[in-house]
């Protein structure tokens, strides 16, 4: 039974040290009862509390890191089953499949992608960081492996059956921490065992939840943490089930031997990439911690990674920008003064569309909570008497002592009493209701 945050601090050592990342004991108990921390983070933490604690400490899905740098991967850490509870925690990583049958020209060409693709989108930088390597030969998977984290610094999945050709591609790399792909019944021992003695993680992998469950056993009694599973889901159905099940029995019947995080392999599912790409998104909708693709198209990857970030984006706290004058495009003290709030999504559309005016303008920034306009102007944070001493504490009217100020023109019924409230010469001018407007409406404001 899960402890609470009280019955936990009753047994750490009170000394609030601080050298656990927490300001207090308390703070580290509380964070011990949601599963957001390890008690192993405590450096003073008795055996006998370690004893009583014990699993009841660990977050339900353990949390596992492959990888290593920018290009690292962190999954699992995850403690509720469906988002608007509280929020996942670690974004899945993308990653793609390369094998000892492509030739040198696809592998590098899988590798540049790997090492270039990246997208940002409201303020996140999103990129695939996995390279799967599959080869049967030691020295081919060992040879792989080196050419994938010289040329990308990608986090590594080993796939081989032979316990020697594993060791012999990961032991070079132990500090990337690769993870070793995958322990099943006939092999456990010596998987698990080469995994402790390089102290890198490894996957299970079982044909039935039953014997994935019974090896994930295993892994609890030896102590293993850093594991991840693979139910050998062959359909959507299954990885529908699977993962689900998997999940639940995690989540809500905090069952360890399944309280791991899991790999995906649509690549081995369909020969057709649409096909794939749907496999892929499932995988990411149903928990799934490592998604591999056949390939890198742009046009599949994209949508998959702007997936994962909107699942995973805390719904209590949406996406925001800092308060503040924004700089677009060198403005000067004519350039135009626009109004907006700091959810992120609005921010990056209007300063986009801003910018492509190629107008020079400030684009003043109000803290609404992360709301967008229309939202945060029912809510009573984006009106008049807020937008007013926001503007007047900024600092724009010795940026741009012109005092003109453009609104968005889904709030035009505030313009008259925000200029009320600004008084002092300020004129109130209500903007454009779509931001693809934004550039013409600019424009105009100039020639005048």
Known sequence: MALSGLEIFKLLPKTNCKECGQATCMAFAMQLAAGKAELDECPYVSDEAKAQLGEASAPPVRKVTIGAGDMAVTIGEETVLYRHEKRFENMPGLGVLITDQMDDGQVDTLLGQLKDMEFNYVGQDLRPRVAAI???????????????????????VLISDDVAALKAAAEPLKDKKPLLYAATEANFDEVSALAKELEVPFAIKADSLEKLADLGQKAVDGDFKEVVLDPSSTTL???LKDQTLIRRAAIKKTFRPLGFPTIGFPCDMTDDKLQEAVFASTFIAKYAGIIILSDLDPARVLPLLYLGQNIYTDPQRPMQMDEGIYEINDPDADSPILVTTNFSLTYFTVSSEVEASKVPAWLCVMDVEGQSVLTAWAAGKFVADAIAPFLKKSGIEEKAPHKKLVIPGYVAQISGELEEELGDGWEVQVGVREAADIPKYLRQWSEN
Do not use: C, P, S
Request: no cysteine; hydrophobic share 55%; glycine share 12%.
């Open 134 to 156: 599959r080869a049967a030969d030691g020295d081919k998977l060992a040879a792989l492996a080196a050419k994938a984290d010289e040329q990308a610094g990608a986090a590594l």
């Open 237 to 239: 159905g299954d990885v």
